[in-house]
């Protein structure tokens, strides 16, 4: 019973997250679109320069996905587990991202959650946000009692792109379908 009421509220407090990510957004759109002059507090977002520990809002290749999760795991080894469940049909990684306060260790009661993205090629969004969600998660550890909460208590496995092979040969701006879905 203890494992289901846990596993309950771990998705409550992601969708908590997630609900929070959508009002900051919101929130930051209002501010900056009632003021001529954005605050100087924040930065541009192109302000800083991305690297494999700094997510910037792009579609990222697959190379850069891979380059992001083996830097994450690098840097995070006590919180992350990085493993490929197989290939595309055109050899690229399947790659899966667990973070969880024991990433290699599966306990009873401790459940488990999936979040699976990019299952369609011309769908990304979903890809990014897995990988902003894990950059998220990792940082905010140590800082943030809702987070540690939740990777304390759960694992969760995050495969940010399904269909990579899709995603290469979508083309931006299309909504016919076809290739690469």
Not at 7 to 32: H, M, R, Y
Not at 142 to 150: G, N, P, S
């Amino acid at each position: 019973m203890a494992k289901w009421l846990n596993t309950i509220v771990a998705l409550l407090l992601l969708s908590i997250f997630f609900s929070n990510i959508i009002v900051i957004v919101a929130q930051t759109t209002t501010s900056l679109s009632n003021n001529l002059e954005p605050e100087p507090s924040l930065p541009e977002p192109r302000a800083y320069i991305p690297n494999e520990n700094n997510l910037d809002f792009v579609y990222h290749t697959h190379e850069e996905l891979t380059k992001f999760l083996r830097a994450t795991s690098a840097r995070y080894p006590n919180l992350t587990a990085l493993y490929s469940i197989g290939k595309s049909i055109q050899g690229r990684d399947l790659w899966v991202m667990v973070v969880s306060s024991s990433p290699y260790e599966h306990m009873l009661g401790k459940p488990d959650v999936k979040y699976v993205g990019n299952i369609h090629g011309n769908e990304p969004v979903g890809r990014e946000l897995l990988l902003h969600l894990i950059q998220y998660l990792v940082t905010s550890y140590e800082t943030d009692q809702y987070v540690h909460w939740l990777l304390d208590n759960m694992r969760i496995h995050i495969l940010p792109s399904m269909n990579p092979d899709g995603f290469a040969v979508a083309k931006e701006g299309t909504c016919e379908g076809g290739q690469g879905r």
